[in-house]
């Protein structure tokens, strides 16, 4: 028997929302071919689309160490898979690579075994995969990418995941410079202490954006897309971030911000052709650094 899944890029963060915001767009997404074998144990048999980045060691990747928590929790270790994995989208560059596959894994093996968990007590098994990748298991890749459209992450412990609503005619469009910055890294120059004052602004936005995504209300989100906490530190690892934002926001952006931990920046727009135009425009500032236009409809 055999399943072949597909999981969603993500945005992380959405801006203001650091690692408790989350959504997943259409694509791109990784796919995963899982297959039962009589052996147990879970193998990878072949990676496509990584340039060669990524692990077959199942202990060292987060596919199969993922899957294997799972088999283990729920009393299966003796279950044998093995696992193809199509990577569509690139490694490092803030659109959730890792935790779409760890998620195409989980949802392959859940499904292989005629669903025993829901996809919300799956989220757990994927944040062990981001510990894996980065250093810390954030859920706001992993939630949405397994829940689809909007998520909030309202509290680590206990996990307390909500999904949200958000108007229909929200475009997204995201742009990757291709440089690499990998997450644990752009992790460990953000600021562990904060002041207050930045706090109630942050807050201030979170909520707002909150709420404009409940009421549907796209100039309260335009307006609530601030981060005066993460932002100015990571705006220095994506070149020229500032005059992108200026572009942007003269080509008719809602909004534009750095998707996850970067370097891939997203934009939200009133329709598609926004974000196409905005795309391009951001694209030819760009040449030299051969971006590569990812699209659009967000969320799924
Ligand atoms: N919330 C995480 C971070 C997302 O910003 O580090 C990583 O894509």
Redesign the pocket.
Same mark, same amino acid.
Do not use: F
């Given at each position: 028997r055999s399943v072949n899944v597909f999981a969603p890029a %993500?945005v @992380?963060?959405v801006v203001c929302g &650091? !690692?408790?915001l +989350?959504f997943a767009v259409n694509a791109p997404g990784d796919e995963v071919i899982m297959r039962l074998r009589d052996e147990p144990g879970v193998i990878i048999t072949k990676i496509s689309g990584d340039e060669g980045r990524l692990p077959y060691d199942p202990a060292k990747n987060t596919v199969s160490l993922s899957v294997q928590h799972y088999l283990n929790h729920i009393g299966r270790p003796d279950v044998g898979v093995e696992i193809e994995l199509f990577k569509k989208m690139p490694i490092g560059s +803030?659109?959730?690579s890792s935790?779409a596959s760890t998620v195409a894994g989980l949802f392959a093996i859940n499904t292989l075994m005629d669903s025993p968990l829901s996809k919300m007590e799956l989220v757990p098994f994927a944040m062990k995969g981001?510990e894996m990748a980065?250093g &810390?298991g954030?859920a !706001?890749?992993v939630a949405p990418a397994l829940l689809g459209g909007f998520v909030l992450v309202r509290s680590y412990e206990p996990l307390d995941i909500i999904k949200l609503p958000y108007p229909e005619e929200l475009f997204c469009s995201i742009v990757f410079p291709q440089i690499d910055v990998p %997450?644990r890294d @752009? $992790?460990q120059i /953000?600021r562990s202490k904060i002041l207050l004052k930045d706090a109630v602004v942050q807050w201030g936005n979170v909520a707002g954006l909150v709420a404009g995504l409940y009421t549907k209300d796209i100039d309260l989100i335009a307006r609530s897309m601030k981060d005066v906490i993460?932002e100015p530190v $990571?705006s220095i690892l994506i070149p020229d971030f500032y005059k992108l934002r200026e572009i942007a926001m003269e080509n008719g952006a809602l909004s534009f911000g /750095?998707? +996850?931990?970067g370097p891939s920046v997203f934009t939200f727009t009133r329709n598609e052709d926004d974000a196409r135009i905005i795309n391009e425009k951001l694209q030819k500032h760009f040449l030299w650094l051969d971006t590569e236009s990812i699209a659009y409809r967000s969320p799924i």
């Open positions: %993500t @992380a963060n &650091y !690692d408790v +989350g +803030g659109l959730g935790s981001e980065c &810390y954030h !706001d890749n %997450t @752009a $992790r /953000i993460v $990571r /750095i998707s +996850g931990s």
